[in-house]
């Protein structure tokens, strides 16, 4: 394609006139590299350099030469290829694959009311947007996003992460297919809201706006702040400002952004569920949560419940209980994300969530092979765990 007095012209030199196509090339232009999914090899580039995930190669033909290869077997595969091995990235890798997972698995069944499907036990795609197996929703890209920012800003900048999700809306950056297809009305009423004002605290403080859609992109916060609780729980927070202000979404951040801290330093279930988990005495009396954080974490009515007990709508506090439920009750990713879907109702980020805390404690290593294959772009998730851990170096 080459220009000429500002006319596109194709390969043989003849203008472009296709309105359809012009459209497509303007839509293009306006994304620069940067905001683009990286590749995943150097074969498609014509680089000599290898990518930083060439090693993904070598690494997929071991997982599905070998089946259902241990922890051990992984890691031992990882260090004959002299790639980064530590329980730090493993857990990384985990809780960002594991978001994708999540939402991955759960767009099927997305709105559906309990009671009314069949529960699903793969990855199938479908959902309300007709999308392919593996292809994921609204909650991993704005996890990309708040990932990206943290790491080309070297740290929490408000402003940026919310410009990053106005690309997403309005020129599908970090989207799976290219184009923002799903999008919360609480998260798009807050991005035009900051498109207006130019304020980036733009999330709604109303009550009744406590939506799940900053808890389903957390992530990268209680990673890139690995070697601080206080900052993972302070910047959680902080992190939902962007498009939800109202007191219970803020702390849903603020907890749950803790309880990922701990399960990415390999704390047991049994002590991130005994209460509000801190490693410092006296932390939620110095900072106090919300009583409907308190009551549904304290009184652990979820380790009790039966599934047609509990509710996975949008409202965060059930979107909490709900992951908390799966997480609880089963003994494994697989398991628990199936758990945590076929909850139906917003089962795409209830997945998502639970996949955040799950595969933060359990680990990339033994997350389900057959679904990380099936996550479309899924070698963006290991790379941005290594470009995150690298940001946690320069922190120490």
Known sequence: MMTKDNIILNNDGEPITSPRILAMIEARNKISDDLRFPPVTNKM??????????????????????????DEECKDYYQRINIDDADDINRFRGALLGTAIGDALGTTLEFKAPGTFDH????????????????????????????????????????????????????????????????????QDALSRYIRSGNPKSGDIDPMSAGNGSLMRLTPIPIAFYNSFEDAVSYGGLSSVTTHGTLEAVDACRYFSGLVWGALHGVSKEELLNGIYTPIKGYWEDNPLCTSITDIVNRAEYKTKKASEIRASGYVI??????????????????????AVNLGEDADTTGAIFGQLAGAYYGERVLPFKWVK????????????????????QSN
């Open 120 to 187: 699903i036990n793969d990855i199938i795609g479908g959902g309300p947007f007709s999308l392919k197996a593996g292809e994921w929703t609204d909650d991993t890209s704005m996890m990309y996003c708040l990932a990206h920012s943290l790491v080309r800003k070297n740290g929490f900048d408000l402003k940026d992460q919310i410009d990053l999700y106005c690309r997403w809306w309005k020129d599908g950056v970090f989207s799976v297919n290219g184009k923002c297809f799903d999008i919360g009305n609480t998260v």
């Open 318 to 339: 059930y979107s909490l209980e709900a992951v908390l439920w799966a997480f609880w009750q089963t003994s494994d990713f697989e398991q628990g994300a199936l758990a």
């Open 45 to 70: 580039t014509g680089l000599r350099e290898p990518t930083p995930t060439q090693w993904l190669e070598k690494y997929f033909v071991f997982r599905t030469a070998v089946q259902e290869p241990t």
């Open 374 to 393: 099936k996550v479309k772009q899924n070698h963006i998730f290991y790379l941005k765990a290594q470009e995150l851990k690298e940001l946690v170096l």
